[in-house]
DNA sequence: CTGAAAGCGCTTACAG
DNA sequence: CTGAAAGCGCTTACAG
């Protein structure tokens, strides 16, 4: 069913140019009369035409196209970001070519879409990437910034929270709040953002005298809550427990409800993003809040610097965000 | 920065073959010697060439790119949408333009990153198109499906829940329960899913003597609250509410707990869609399933017919969708 | 300011 | 089975 749009011969044909000149006009920039201008911009109007893009991005070598790979879609914290960047890429005339991840670890082919259209730059924001598939990117130039993922010595850019800082902060402002049972319920293992958080968490608590269990989460709603049902489930339950993210600390808060316990005073939860559901009046969850727009700004700013032929050098940037206090902790009299 | 990537000309001369013949190794279907395809992967590999898609694009008037455009991705119904397309238009070997449109109608511009990127069809989730837009896309033979809209009398296809029937069977339920004094709060105006639902809600309850009322919503979790607020405090408040769709719902459960009614024997609420919150043990909330897989599929199914040829003669598809009993809706006593 | 021509990286008849 | 050549719709030196 797909006919051939008209293209910029049958334009420079009814306008009595050439096709050079069509083409002019259709380039910011280049020197055409304002009579010739109007006049193919009257043939194009009246044909319906359009500069084909994909021509445009063969002979210039620019495609005006990003590849974002993003994983966690359901998590409420990635749909924000999503429309984020699309606006902001739109904005400064890029298009987006979007690719969900199915696996922690993005994989080949998933690659492979954004190396066959000639993506100008790509945007990870919940995975990771192997080694070899990021030099195979940076070896045809294509920028990688990976968006809420921190890996050291690869060539690619990360931006992400402080999460190591933050993990250590929440323990300390926990700690100081007098709670001294306290249970952390993991994201999945081997990311960043949760490795970070638990080993800060855990390095705040060392030595101070504070038990600490940990629970498997998956940074999911039913790993909160089923992990929550299990540690609420003991003998001598958690006064407080940490959810690796929000959707994990809701998920907990449910579970706690469901079996009777009352938040903050039966068990006390926090969590980390600052979702949009993080404040409904039915949760009110204390949170530490992720800088999402300077985090979104820093990474829009690398990739068209690297776009424009920047160095290259790998930069890695932690940006420390705010605890954000509600009502689902409060200090224990 | 941007590196040219290996063409196919520098694996033919690698392998000592014409271009030809390597365009053919990477053309499913083409004959080539078993000998000669080995050398020519061969090499391919040791040059990490991967064929251009812009320029097989170009050369085949087929991108493999589809258009995706949604409004609503903070609705959490929607990135569930998104995720079930994006993976499957990929197991169809497509990709995905993702555009977010900002207002109920996408506009020019939205459309011209399609047009000009080829995309052999449009997918619109939560937004309306004007009829000339269409007309300037279907005129390029490029299939629109409209996804949870309805537009009668164009030339693209749509697929949605049988909103009418649903807000019909909705208010019969209702009714049937012992409810009497209803309250309904919109979704945006001008959309078909809030229309169909109102006016099939409105038509249940007419001349049965029961109450109505109605408040606008904005199809958003705010705009849910601030609307129950605005009903419950009323001197007669309504007996139960129906959301527009489930966000909206949710607001209003929260709303309602936050003036210390008690769901559902101070007031019940019902919702539309059936997200996963909605079965989140904190708000168990009644509503109306859309049934998402089948929908999905009808889509891909009719895109795939159109982009192979099909009659271009719009359809439109209603599907009934399912009743979903939970906590938040009982029988009157 | 404008046109003729080369070329971006492919696919595909057409010969052989 | 394979190669030479034309052509997809553009941009951009190069002349004029």
Redesign the interface.
Known sequence: ?????VNSMEVAKKAGVSQSTVSRVFTPGSSVSPKTRKRVLEAAREL?Y??????R??IM???N?IG?AMRD??N?F???I??KF??AL?DNGY??????T?NDEINQDEI??F????V?GVIVTDATLSPNIIA?LS?????VILFNRRMDGLPCHSVSCDNYTAGKKIGEYLYELGYRRMAYIRGRKNTSTNDDRERGFCEALMGRGAELCIEDGEFT?EGG?NAALRLLGKRERPEVIFGANDITA?GV???A??IGLSIPDDVAVIGFDDI?MAS????GLTTWRQPVDEMIEWTLAKLFV?????D?KPSSILFPGILVERGSVKKRS
């Open positions: 069913m797909k006919k051939k749009p319906g359009r500069p084909n893009a994909l021509a991005g063969l070598n620019k495609t196209i974002l879609i359901q409420p990635y749909p924000e999503l429309e699309t606006k739109r298009h987006v070519l979007f690719v969900h199915e492979s879409e190396l066959e259209y000639n100008e195979s070896s045809n130039g294509i920028p709603y809550y809701l808060m449910d579970a409800r469901a949009t409904w009046p039915s949760y690297e776009i424009d032929g920047g290259g």
